[in-house]
C-alpha cells in the first residue's frame, strides 16, 4: 500500500530530514511511526500525503510513484488519505455537521448524502448529538474524534495520523485510539505518529522508529 | 458562498474597491468636464470673414448664403460696410468723433459666423482654411492665438489624464489585490483544510473568484452611488464657485459609464482574488 525507496528530504542549508529511507507498509496495516521530536514523522507523513515532496528517491502509494503523478492528479490522491493532526485543524466557523461534511463536499456529494454520511460517522465517535455545535463548544478529545470521523468520512484506504493524542489529556488516549484501531479492523491502513513510548508498549503493533531523520528500527 | 463568515475582511475588501474606484470615476469624470469646458469655450469662438471692400451687397448675401448651405452648423450674419462703422462708432463712444475726419468708410464688410454645436480647436482651424479659399474672402480671424493655446490646454490634459489615469487605476487594482489577499489570509486555514481533503485548486479557488467578482460588484455599486451622490448633492452648491465655467457640460455618468464602472469593478475583484488564491495554493 505505501513503499518508500531511498527517500531523503532535506531543505538548502540544514541537514537532511529524512535521509535514505526505504520502508514498505502492507495494506490493512497499523503502523506505529515513533521517534524523538525533529526525528522527521512528521515530515515523512507530509510527504505521504504529497504536502511535501522528496529530495530524492521514490514513493509509492497504491502503486502509484507520487514523484510522477502531475500537480493537478495530487487532491484526487488525498481524497484516498484520511489526515489527523494534533492541533485537530477544524473550522471554528463551522459546526460539527459541516467540518466532516467538508471531505464530502469537495467529491461534489449531494446535500442529502453529505449529511447521512456525516451524521454516520460522528455517530461512529459518539458525537452525532453535537453534530449543530461549533467546534470551541466542544472538549479537546471531542474535537479530534471529529477530526477523526472528518478523516474517515469518505472511507479512504489509508489513515494517517500526526500525534494525535499529543494535546489531550492521558484519559482520553484511549478513545481516540480505539477509533483508530476501528478503522483499522475495517480494513483502512492506519500510519500513526508519536512519540509517546508508553502507547507503544501498551499497544503492541508494528513500530518503525526513526532518529535524526534515519531510520533505526523496524520491529 | 463564505462572504458572511468572514464579514469584516469582506466589508474591507467592498469599501477599499468602492474608495479606489468612486477616485478614479471622479476623476475621470474630472478630466471630461474639463474637457467639455475647453470645448464650450471653442465653441464660443466666433469666425470672421473679412470681405474685398469692393463686394457688393449682393455679392456678399449670396456669399454669406453659400456659407449657410455648406455649413449647416454655422449661423451666419452679414455685416455690411455701413453697419461695420455703426458698431465701431458705438465701441468707440466718446472717441467717436475720431471718425468724423475720415473722407470715406474704411471698413471691409464681413460674415461672422458662430458655431451652433462645439467645435473642437482643430475643428475651428479647418473651417477657416476651407473658408479662406471662398472667392471675395481677403482675411479670416478666428483667435489663432487663442486656439492654439485652447488645444495646447487640450492636448496636455489628454496627457495629464491618460498618464495619471494609468496611476490611479494601477495603485487601484495593488490596493485591491492586497485587501482581497487579507480576506483571503485570514481564511488560509479553510484553503489547507480544503486542499487536504482532496480539493482540487479550482475547487478552492472558485468560490473566492466568486466572492471577489461580487466584492468588486458592491464596490463599484458604492462607488457609482458616492459619485452620483457627489454629482447630485455636493457640485450645485460648488458650481458658483466656478461661475466662469457657465456653459460647461456638468459632468454626469451616462449607463455605458455606469456599466464600465461595474464591469471594472468585478473584473479587479476577479483579478484581485485570483492573484491572492494563486500564493495560497502554490503555498
Known amino acids: ?219 | 458562498m463564505n462572504l458572511w463568515r468572514a464579514p469584516l475582511p469582506s466589508l474591507l475588501a467592498v469599501l477599499t474597491i468602492g474608495l479606489s474606484l468612486f477616485l478614479g470615476a471622479s476623476f475621470i469624470l474630472g478630466v471630461f468636464a474639463a474637457r467639455a469646458l475647453l470645448t464650450s469655450w471653442g465653441a464660443q469662438a466666433s469666425v470672421t470673414l473679412y470681405l474685398d471692400r469692393s463686394t457688393t451687397d449682393e455679392q456678399a448675401r449670396t456669399l454669406a448664403q453659400t456659407v449657410r448651405v455648406e455649413n449647416p452648423s454655422l449661423q451666419v450674419t452679414y455685416v455690411d460696410r455701413t453697419m461695420a462703422l455703426q458698431r465701431l462708432r458705438g465701441d468707440l463712444g466718446d472717441l467717436a468723433g475720431a471718425l468724423e475726419g475720415l473722407s470715406q468708410n474704411p471698413l471691409p464688410p464681413s460674415l461672422e459666423l458662430s458655431p451652433r454645436t462645439a467645435l473642437q480647436p482643430s475643428g475651428v482651424r479647418m473651417l477657416a482654411a476651407r473658408l479662406e479659399q471662398l472667392p471675395s474672402v481677403q482675411e479670416v480671424d478666428y483667435g489663432r492665438e487663442w486656439l492654439d493655446k485652447l488645444e495646447a490646454l487640450g492636448n496636455g490634459l489628454r496627457v495629464f489624464g491618460t498618464g495619471a489615469l494609468a496611476i490611479v487605476l494601477g495603485a487601484a487594482l495593488l490596493v485591491v489585490a492586497n485587501t482581497i489577499r487579507l480576506a483571503v489570509y485570514a481564511r488560509r486555514d479553510e484553503i489547507e483544510i480544503m486542499k487536504l481533503v482532496g480539493a482540487t485548486d479550482g475547487y478552492v479557488r472558485a468560490p473566492f473568484l466568486l466572492e471577489g467578482a461580487l466584492q468588486g460588484l458592491l464596490g463599484a455599486a458604492l462607488a457609482l452611488g458616492a459619485v452620483e451622490a457627489v454629482r447630485r448633492w455636493l457640485l450645485p452648491p460648488a458650481s458658483h464657485a466656478f461661475a466662469f465655467a457657465s456653459g460647461a457640460v456638468a459632468p454626469h455618468l451616462l449607463p455605458v459609464h455606469a456599466a464600465a464602472l461595474l464591469g471594472i469593478g468585478t473584473l479587479v475583484g476577479l483579478f484581485g482574488s485570483w492573484l491572492a488564491v494563486a500564493r495560497f495554493l502554490r503555498a
Open chain 1, 1 to 219: 500500500m505505501i513503499q518508500l525507496f531511498h527517500v531523503k528530504k532535506a531543505y538548502p542549508g540544514d541537514a537532511p530530514v529524512l535521509d535514505d529511507i526505504t520502508l514498505r507498509v502492507e495494506k490493512g496495516e497499523f503502523v506505529w511511526l515513533t521517534g524523538p521530536s525533529g526525528a522527521g514523522k512528521s515530515t515523512l507523513l507530509k510527504l505521504l500525503f504529497c504536502a511535501e515532496s522528496p529530495t530524492s528517491g521514490q514513493i509509492l502509494i497504491g502503486g502509484r510513484n507520487i514523484g510522477r503523478i502531475g500537480q493537478g492528479s495530487i487532491p484526487y490522491l488525498r481524497r484516498n488519505i484520511g489526515v489527523v493532526f494534533q492541533d485537530f485543524k477544524l473550522l471554528d466557523n463551522r459546526t460539527i455537521l459541516e467540518n466532516v461534511g467538508y471531505a464530502l463536499e469537495v467529491l461534489g456529494a449531494s446535500d442529502g448524502e453529505i449529511r447521512e454520511r456525516s451524521l454516520k460517522r460522528l455517530a461512529q465517535v459518539g458525537l452525532d448529538h453535537r453534530a449543530t455545535s461549533l467546534p470551541r463548544r466542544l472538549s479537546g478529545g471531542e474535537q479530534q474524534r471529529v477530526a477523526i470521523a472528518r478523516a474517515l468520512v469518505n472511507e479512504p484506504t489509508i489513515l494517517l495520523a500526526d500525534e494525535p493524542t499529543g494535546n489531550l489529556d492521558p484519559g482520553l488516549t484511549d478513545s481516540i485510539l480505539k477509533l483508530l484501531f476501528d478503522a483499522n479492523a475495517r480494513g483502512t491502513t492506519v500510519v500513526v505518529a508519536t512519540h509517546d513510548r508508553t502507547l507503544l508498549s501498551r499497544y503492541r503493533k508494528r513500530t518503525v522508529a526513526l532518529d535524526k531523520g534515519k531510520l533505526v528500527s523496524d520491529a
